[in-house]
Nanobody
Framework: QTQLHETGGGLMQAGGSLRLSCAASGLTFSNSVMAWFREGHGKEREFVAGISWIDWVGDHTDYTDSVKGRFTISRDNAKSTLYLQMNSLSPEDTAVYYC?????????????????WGQGTQVTVSS
């Protein structure tokens, strides 16, 4: 059974940092395209960051504009774990953060493109 389990959310003051983790099981983690999405209160779920493996490049990462330079996505294939390092947090980053996986070669930006989802972890940033 394929499962994704996020941890690391919490309450943080603006300007602080958090690192989210996503432990994967039941899938070939190193061959999967992985991503983080978030869903703010009353908002649609949106793409935050994604990572894929390209043979001639290595890990390729992609970010939504609002987190570029602040968030870093990474993966540890030996631990089947995905990470999201979040720095310079702002109240606008408050959301439930979801880990997602898809088969295929490239990062996609739509919820419908991902096959497996975690249960989410709440991140709350106070001003």
């Amino acid at each position: 059974q394929t499962q994704l389990h996020e941890t690391g959310g919490g309450l943080m003051q603006a300007g602080g940092s958090l690192r989210l983790s996503c432990a994967a099981s039941g899938l070939t983690f190193s061959n999967s395209v992985m991503a983080w999405f978030r869903e703010g209160h009353g908002k649609e779920r949106e793409f935050v960051a994604g990572i894929s493996w390209i043979d001639w490049v290595g890990d390729h990462t992609d970010y939504t504009d609002s987190v570029k330079g602040r968030f870093t996505i990474s993966r540890d294939n030996a631990k089947s774990t995905l990470y999201l390092q979040m720095n310079s947090l702002s109240p606008e980053d408050t959301a439930v953060y979801y880990c997602a996986a898809r088969t295929g070669d490239f990062v996609r930006y739509d919820v419908e493109d991902y096959d497996v989802w975690g249960q989410g972890t709440q991140v709350t940033v106070s001003s």
